[in-house]
């Protein structure tokens, strides 16, 4: 097998855009990313979020080009997609824009309660494994037939945006489980289409695209997307998956009662089984995984790498000469803080999952020990405490999970851009008194993605094989056994604090 087979990978992120280029092994050759961003229609700044799909498209053409000229073209064997989940496009007959989402796109919210009583929460429930319906697909049609029913009667086709991206490619249609899963009209049991949800909401069936396998050949690059994003015509187009289980894909998440952490801009929690899950509760989701033989259930931790940014780059070491600069001081000064953080709470975004109950009016706060004094305020004490914070919320869904299904995970697959941060990962490890194992490569979506690349280039025979070669990982982590009895302490702490935000306010 050549190490010069290399595969493209494209990932249309919440923040942006890129382009990430792999070889066989599962090393990166060459990488580029675009930042992008959002509007809201004027009054509905809160709820509605849109993107312009020709900016998107002419942003991630811009990254393909970049590192095509990093490597050789000739040697790309296939290209592949992910992204974000729920994020969505309307298109008319004729393939014109009528709409683009992203996935905190919650206007159907609006006619939430109507919606509701129409579909019915035990059935779509027992269909989907999801609820409530505010931002997957129904919610948005609604929305536009109600509120622009002249776009609403024009819909003709509707793609995820990792659909979108291989047809742009390609010009072909083609959908996968893991993203079909979060339009709530995909019947989770038979890995389709539901028919009696596509009824009840008046779309047609030819409206989506056809359902393959993470993996599957989904059609050639065409000569337009050669003009356009410079990769060569007739390269192999191979159906991805959402970003969340291709970042598992690449953690080797293989078999069941394996919990995996994606630590990005927010925090998906997610244990592997066997069959699907239903809450009674409706707090969690199941989900398809990329591998045939397993679903995922969830109980998402909310933001994480978007809380410890926000602190860094807005309110850390400004006098600093560049960001990395301001990382590296504010975790050696979490370093320096003692577990528990000398008793400073961080509640700034991180989540207990349930959106059945939503508190739009729940506050951000830190809390300091009284009387806040340097050793026990400063700047250490807030960076350690956010870090906490989050592997307090990782603690608290992983309990949810395991209430549900009655089944502790066997072992810990941490990956992610925070996982950088040496200090986060002891914190996870000893939250959880359990041993973590940190997948090496950073861009861990992207080469989840990549390894489905290699299954369509027929590279590696099968998924599970191209995980086991291509992925990698760091010395596995183990808890710091004098930090234990302080976490599952300050856990309790940050647990009552979160309970009464989330009820008082």
Same mark, same amino acid.
């Given at each position: 097998m050549s190490r010069e087979e290399l595969l493209l990978t494209i990932d249309a992120g919440s923040g942006g855009g890129r382009a990430v280029v792999f070889n066989s092994r599962g090393e990166i050759k060459a990488r580029a990313y675009r930042a992008w961003g959002y509007k809201s229609p004027p009054g509905m700044e809160i709820i509605c979020q849109e993107f312009d799909p020709r900016e998107y498209w002419q942003k991630i053409c811009e990254c393909t080009k970049e590192v095509l000229k990093k490597v050789d073209p000739k040697k790309?064997?296939?290209?592949? @997609?992910? @992204?974000?989940?729920?994020?969505?496009?309307?298109? &008319?007959?004729?393939?014109?824009?009528?709409?683009?989402?992203?996935?905190?796109?919650?206007?159907g919210i609006v006619y939430a309660l109507e919606l509701e009583e129409e579909m019915g929460k035990d059935r779509v429930y027992s269909i989907t494994f999801r609820w409530p319906p505010w931002m997957f697909v129904p919610s948005r049609l609604r929305w536009f037939a109600e509120e622009k029913p002249e776009v609403r009667e024009k819909v003709a086709t509707i793609l995820m945006l990792n659909d979108w991206v291989l047809y742009m490619l390609s010009g072909e249609k083609v959908g996968e489980p893991t993203n079909a899963c979060e339009?709530?009209?995909? &019947?989770?049991?038979?890995?389709?289409?539901?028919?009696?949800?596509?009824?009840?909401?008046?779309?047609?069936?030819s409206a989506l695209p056809r359902i393959e396998k993470p993996g599957a050949v989904a059609g050639k690059v065409t000569a337009r997307a050669e003009k356009e994003a410079g990769i060569p015509k007739g390269t192999l187009v191979v159906t991805?998956?959402?970003?969340?289980?291709?970042?598992?894909?690449?953690?080797?998440?293989?078999?069941?009662?394996?919990?995996?952490?994606?630590?990005?801009?927010?925090?998906?929690?997610?244990?592997?089984? &066997?069959?699907?899950?239903?809450?009674?509760?409706?707090?969690?989701? @199941?989900?398809?995984?990329?591998?045939? &033989?397993?679903?995922?259930?969830?109980?998402?931790?909310?933001?994480?790498?978007?809380?410890?940014?926000?602190?860094?780059?807005?309110?850390?070491?400004?006098?600093?000469?560049?960001?990395?600069?301001?990382y590296e001081e504010a975790v050696k000064l979490a370093e320096q803080t003692p577990p528990g953080s000398a008793g400073t709470r961080a509640l700034l975004g991180t989540l207990v999952w349930d959106l059945t109950n939503p508190n739009p009016n729940k506050p951000a706060a830190l809390l300091f020990p009284f009387p806040a004094e340097a050793d026990t305020a400063g700047p250490g004490n807030v960076a350690r405490a956010i870090l906490e914070a989050i592997a307090y919320a990782v603690k608290a869904n992983l309990l949810q999970i395991i209430e549900l299904t009655g089944q502790k995970p066997e072992s810990v697959l941490l990956c992610g851009g925070m996982t950088r941060?040496?200090?986060?990962?002891?914190?996870?490890?000893?939250?959880?008194?359990?041993?973590?194992?940190?997948a090496s490569c950073k861009e861990a979506s992207a080469l989840g993605i990549a390894m489905a690349g290699a299954v369509g280039a027929k590279i590696y025979p099968d998924l599970h094989t191209a995980s086991k070669e291509m992925g990698g990982f760091d010395p596995e982590v183990e808890p710091v056994s004098d930090w234990l009895d302080e976490y599952e302490s300050s856990y309790d702490v940050w647990r009552e604090n979160y309970d009464k935000f989330e009820k008082e306010w």
């Amino acid at each position: 097998m050549s190490r010069e087979e290399l595969l493209l990978t494209i990932d249309a992120g919440s923040g942006g855009g890129r382009a990430v280029v792999f070889n066989s092994r599962g090393e990166i050759k060459a990488r580029a990313y675009r930042a992008w961003g959002y509007k809201s229609p004027p009054g509905m700044e809160i709820i509605c979020q849109e993107f312009d799909p020709r900016e998107y498209w002419q942003k991630i053409c811009e990254c393909t080009k970049e590192v095509l000229k990093k490597v050789d073209p000739k040697k790309i064997k296939a290209v592949s @997609s992910t @992204s974000m989940r729920q994020g969505c496009l309307f298109l &008319d007959k004729d393939g014109n824009y009528l709409y683009a989402g992203p996935n905190r796109d919650v206007r159907g919210i609006v006619y939430a309660l109507e919606l509701e009583e129409e579909m019915g929460k035990d059935r779509v429930y027992s269909i989907t494994f999801r609820w409530p319906p505010w931002m997957f697909v129904p919610s948005r049609l609604r929305w536009f037939a109600e509120e622009k029913p002249e776009v609403r009667e024009k819909v003709a086709t509707i793609l995820m945006l990792n659909d979108w991206v291989l047809y742009m490619l390609s010009g072909e249609k083609v959908g996968e489980p893991t993203n079909a899963c979060e339009t709530m009209l995909y &019947d989770l049991h038979q890995k389709d289409w539901s028919d009696e949800l596509l009824e009840k909401i008046g779309l047609p069936r030819s409206a989506l695209p056809r359902i393959e396998k993470p993996g599957a050949v989904a059609g050639k690059v065409t000569a337009r997307a050669e003009k356009e994003a410079g990769i060569p015509k007739g390269t192999l187009v191979v159906t991805g998956g959402a970003d969340s289980q291709a970042a598992l894909v690449a953690c080797q998440q293989t078999k069941p009662l394996q919990l995996g952490l994606v630590a990005g801009t927010t925090l998906p929690v997610m244990m592997s089984m &066997d069959q699907p899950f239903a809450d009674p509760s409706y707090k969690l989701w @199941s989900h398809c995984h990329m591998f045939d &033989d397993l679903y995922l259930i969830e109980s998402q931790a909310g933001d994480a790498g978007k809380i410890f940014r926000g602190y860094v780059e807005g309110h850390f070491g400004r006098g600093m000469k560049s960001p990395d600069e301001r990382y590296e001081e504010a975790v050696k000064l979490a370093e320096q803080t003692p577990p528990g953080s000398a008793g400073t709470r961080a509640l700034l975004g991180t989540l207990v999952w349930d959106l059945t109950n939503p508190n739009p009016n729940k506050p951000a706060a830190l809390l300091f020990p009284f009387p806040a004094e340097a050793d026990t305020a400063g700047p250490g004490n807030v960076a350690r405490a956010i870090l906490e914070a989050i592997a307090y919320a990782v603690k608290a869904n992983l309990l949810q999970i395991i209430e549900l299904t009655g089944q502790k995970p066997e072992s810990v697959l941490l990956c992610g851009g925070m996982t950088r941060i040496k200090l986060f990962n002891q914190i996870v490890a000893s939250v959880l008194n359990q041993p973590c194992r940190i997948a090496s490569c950073k861009e861990a979506s992207a080469l989840g993605i990549a390894m489905a690349g290699a299954v369509g280039a027929k590279i590696y025979p099968d998924l599970h094989t191209a995980s086991k070669e291509m992925g990698g990982f760091d010395p596995e982590v183990e808890p710091v056994s004098d930090w234990l009895d302080e976490y599952e302490s300050s856990y309790d702490v940050w647990r009552e604090n979160y309970d009464k935000f989330e009820k008082e306010w």
